[in-house]
């Protein structure tokens, strides 16, 4: 059950060398090798159509089912809003989700997710690493392993990026054992990775003439005898040249009026486009995250907020991975920690409940159009199909063609890419 | 004076070179340095050491003992001493600066807490005790028994109990990086079952460590108005466990060393295991720590695994690998390339009592240290007896199978006494249950028997205040005896008295049937006492055999992991064997592929010259088959021509005939008639006219018929010659095809066995790497690439300088300390932490970019584009490159001699002279940019940093 994802493999190496020894071959008369070919519209295509990707949403706090994927309207715990038809006969939402409702023959509603997990921090471990944390263990979350199995080795761009609204930039420690190369890089407010602008004052002629002094000084080192770590090392340079001259990927400025006004004009709006041109480009794993759910105090109207900014974002976000074709080769999840309580507390608030509630699912070899699992009439317990964090986290990586049940080979350690006491959600499958 | 010098220099550079393999100077045969070079020779076979230059020496031991290159004077000083011992000399001086404890310190922090937030114990205040230990050479052991038995005290010193607080007090995370820390092995999957995959974990190693920790956690205490965070540590007791995957085998451990056998602890009846027994807001104090006795043992140099790992952690900082690598995984499928060499260290470390300066020093003396970085061509060269080895490989196999078995049956014959042990150690349980159960009773009982002596005390006191005021009531009434109300009061004190007396009798009488009921379950408890310690008289035996069990597998699993280690060295060197003798084959099929290249090639010139010599002759056949089919045709049309014309004059000749013959008769029939006569005249005149005519014509025909049959003749002889001339072009051109394609051949197969070849060096370096043959390339840490950038900005030197200044003020040196040594060093350790305070900030900013995750070890390399970027646009970097105070940026930049300036360039930043090539190049990148020199010279200063040979230790 060895799994050779190891970048020590003779074939990688080998591989590696070729891709190299072309790079520098291309580099030899142009200033810059390399890396520029995933902004040709060809390459991109077939990168479109081959390449597999996650998306997240991840609703912090802790999205209400019931005001969204699992209504119980007209019962002692569904609240004042109604449920409304979709796109698919049968399956209903939150009237919160109008526009989404219209994608749902996209969609996948797991209803029946039981985490058994109330606290914040532990809950969003779970459902990102797959895996509850133990004392002494530590693991990658989803986004490391995506960017790890996913990623083409080449790219310019980072594999893992984490867009949240505000705070600073920098890369996470998130990879675990996968190694930092595969950390989240955040780009706070939707700002491009740091330090992709040259210092202030650099021409661009300057800058040219010392890569090529550094190239030089290179080639000669490298002359002496060529290893796997230099060649990592020098590379780095020109993938770090080849992010500057994507930097525009970064930029939703770019996008036509009317795809921003789509997308809607806000904080979420911006990052789903962004999240869109990214995954586009070839990243490989895009967190974007909406806050804050987190509703003991007026749950009903804060939902209404927020809900409805979701909705607008992410129907259109559904909508235009599928006009483009992206939709097969691109896994888009919906989560949060866990989800709300049933029982409606005194401040019109719902606390924390991770017994009965929903994540979502789109694309990859997901099915589309269903509702899988079921809650009881008033959302208090599943009574069919409950699944938890290690069957979701199975899924999401089978729905992306990878087998979830092989190992990384770290070092000589062997670990699992998921719980190898888990599995995957059959039945999601197509 | 300066180019003197370095002339000078470079022909000692030159002569180094030229000796290749220097014996290093060595006072004592006995010296640990020189033991390591025995040891090594005689693991290396045939393969000699090739000694690096002086350059690429004082980088690496000074990147190795002080965390950063040398200064440029001093490069230039030492490339100029001549003494033999110089390099000696430079390990002593750097083991005495002020650099090395810090550089130590830096290195035990990341090795002891791999990066982990600081939750409870502050960063500084760790360092500050790491760099202290340092100063003051504390050995290994003794630092390892403050990390593992410290509480957090202030005086334990506090700091030491960040290795267990800051990991929460967590006893599985604390069981595996201890594991992995001190002993160099990973066991964390020996948590449920024995290793997978790694044969020699045993899942009782994990849980003998465990069990020393268990019974640790994080302990809260209210210091006043503060909580602070403390490690307690209560009484252990043995853990059962069972595999999750063998079910059925329960095994028992309490504390075991890896390696070792179970602990012989004092045996204590439950309720007296303390000295402090736990209570609220207290430290608890077991009478016996196992945390301490596991410092005890690991601290006395007993155990080979604590010792060798050390050995190797310290083999691994300075050699840029790990005897065993990854350091924290020995195991017997990952051996050590060096099985008696590692042996010699561990033993040697311990023997030397875990002094870690002499060490690095004895390491860094060694010749193995200073191997050189370039692949001396000897070593691609040389193969071992392949035939020789596998034959001694099969010697091996079978002692390693024997040993595996001899383990095997060892395991079997200990889980067996383990089996036997089960049942009586469970009655022991029992009887302590019981026993503590009665305690419990008893305790319980005491406590009513205590409270209600309580009460009886707080009544008494009662009774005594009201049968006070009673008697100064009566006295009071007695005062003013008529007052009836005052003596009704008076009376009211007396029978309350009464009352709380007879109360107080009452109480006392109960407290004394409490005091009573404890009798009952004392007398139970001292019953019982003797059963447990009967059911612990009855283990002990058992117990004996046990350990004496677990002892003979210990030694069986040491000897199959010596016998599987010696196996598997020797395949490698089967293996590295094997790929010399390919290596050669390849290059000599290179070789010959290579020869057959201009072979193939004047073969093919010839051929194409051939070829088109050839076009000419050619060119003339077919111009004259040209002439000749011209000539040919000509005599067509010729023939044709004439044959036309013959016959047009013998038709008129029959036609004259005819006419004639008509005449000749109409002038018999009327012979007289003029007319006719004139008629038959002139037929007959013409007749004869044209009848020549014909006969001329038909001469001529005939002649241009003969013509025409030569220049068919000719044109066929032609014709047979171009064809032939074809033939002779079509075999030319093919056979320069054939050469062309012979040639490209060649030069293909030139390029495949090249190519096989260089695959194949590059592996059989990679393996003479590995077997520490040739110097590793090894990445700067954070820390050590960040202090490596201040001293070739000479941001470093500038802020000690500065802080040098701020200590003279404060206290101007005098020759009375300068004499003092303690005080000296004093005075370099005072400002060296000054500089270090100011700039350590910026290390923080290069962990958190270079550094692995926290938790994660933090020895594998990275490189991603986000530290490039850094490195490129990060503001920090570029203004310590900019031209300032006379710094190496602006020394270039002002130096117009470009040889001058591109020797400081690269003896400054890279720490060696520039090669001719160098040279021109910083002279064509100063001469791009006349007008801005500064400029040209801050692309040089960048472009070396940014290039792989800063980047790396080599």
Known sequence: ?430 | MRRCRLTRLVQGLLAVALLGIVAPATADDSALHTRIDQQFAADSGTLPIVVAGDAEFLRRVSLDLTGMPPTPAEVREFLTDQTPEKRSSAVDRLLASPQYPRRMAEFLDVTLMERRPNTVIPQDEWMAYLVQSMRANKPWNQLVRELLTAEGADDDPRAAARFLIDRGSEPNLITRDVGRIFFGRDMQCAQCHDHPLIDDYLQVDYHGLFAFFAAGSELKLKIGENERIFYAERAGSDAQFESVFVKGIRHLTGPRVLGEVELAEPFFVPGEEYNVPPADNTRPEPKFSRRDKLAELVASGGNRAFNENIANRIWAMLMGRGLVQPVDLHHFSNPPTHPALLQLLGEQIAAGGFDLRAFVRELALSSVYQRTYDVPPELLAQSDDIAALEQQRHELVQSSDAATMAFNAALDQWNATQAALLPVVAELDAARTKYSEILKRRDDARKAAADAEAQVAARQTVAATVAEAATKAQAAAAALAQDQELAAAAQKFVDRAAQIVAEVETLKAAAAEKTAAIAAPQAELEAARPGVEVAQQKTEPLRTADRVAEDSMNTARSAMRTAIAALNSQDERIQSAKLAAELTSARVAAAAAAEQVPVKTAEATSAASQAAEFVAVMEEEQSQMQTAAERLAAANVAVEQLTQTHLQQAQSATALATALAVVTNAQSQSPDDTALKQALDLLQSRTAEVGGAVQSLKTQLDTAVAARETATTAYAAEQAELAGAQFEKTRRDEAAAAATLAMQTAQAAAETTAATAESAADDLSARRTRDCQVAELEPLSPEELCWTVFRVTEVYDRYWQGQAAEVEKAQPLTDEIRNDPARMAARNYEIEQRTYDQLKSNVGAYASMFGNGAGQPQTDFFATADQALFVANGGSIMSWVAPAGGNITERIANETDSRKAAEDLYLSVLTRLPTEAEIADVAACFAAKPAERPVAAQELVWGLIASAEFRFNH
């Open chain 1, 1 to 430: 059950m060895k799994c050779n994802y190891a970048c020590q493999s003779a074939d990688h190496l080998l591989a590696r060398r070729r891709f190299l020894g072309g790079m520098a071959a291309a580099g030899a008369g142009a200033v810059v090798g390399g890396l520029g070919h995933f902004t040709r519209p060809a390459a991109a295509a077939q990168l479109a159509k081959d390449q597999k990707r996650i998306v997240v949403f991840n609703m912090h706090g802790g999205m209400s089912q019931l005001e969204s994927w699992d209504p119980k309207p007209m019962t002692d715990t569904g609240g004042p809003f109604r449920a409304i038809p979709t796109s698919v006969p049968g399956i209903h939402v939150s009237e919160l989700l109008p526009l989404t409702a219209q994608q749902m023959q996209h969609l996948c509603l797991v209803r029946g997710v039981n985490t058994n997990e109330d606290e914040h921090g532990r809950g969003a471990y779970l459902m990102v690493h797959g895996r509850r944390q133990t004392p002494g263990g530590d693991y990658p979350t989803l986004g490391a392993v995506a960017a790890k199995t996913l990623m083409p080795g080449d790219s310019a761009l980072p594999g893992h990026i984490n867009v949240t609204p505000g705070g600073g930039g920098g890369r996470g420690n998130d990879a675990s054992y996968l190694g930092p190369k595969y950390s989240s890089i955040s780009l706070g407010n939707g700002n491009p990775p740091q330090n992709t602008t040259l210092p202030n004052g650099m021409t661009a002629e300057v800058d040219s003439a010392r890569q090529d002094f550094r190239r030089r000084a290179n080639e000669r080192f490298l002359n002496r005898r060529r290893t796997a770590v230099t060649d990592l090392y020098t590379y780095s340079y020109e993938q770090a040249l080849g992010l500057m001259r994507e930097r525009d990927v970064f930029d939703t400025t770019k996008e036509p009026a009317a795809a921003i006004e789509r997308y809607g004009q806000s904080d979420l709006g911006r990052m789903c486009l962004l999240s869109r041109r990214l995954l586009e480009n070839g990243v490989s794993f895009v967190q974007v995250s909406h806050s804050n759910y987190d509703t003991h105090n007026e749950n009903f109207n804060f939902h209404f907020e927020q809900v409805s900014e979701f909705d607008r974002s992410f129907s259109t976000f559904v909508a235009d991975l599928a006009d483009r074709g992206m939709l097969d080769s691109t896994l888009i999840v919906v989560l949060s920690e866990f989800g709300r309580t049933p029982n409606i507390n005194v401040y019109y608030g719902r606390d924390h409940w991770s017994h009965a509630w929903s994540v979502v699912m789109a694309g990859g070899r997901t099915i589309r159009g269903a509702a899988y699992g079921k809650t009881n009439d008033n959302g208090t317990e599943v009574i069919d199909g409950q699944v938890d964090h290690g069957n979701l986290f199975h899924t999401y990586l089978q729905a992306v063609a990878l087998d979830s049940t092989s190992s990384f080979d770290i070092d000589g350690r062997e670990l699992p890419m998921a719980d190898p006491s888990s599995k995957p959600i059959d039945a999601l499958l197509a």
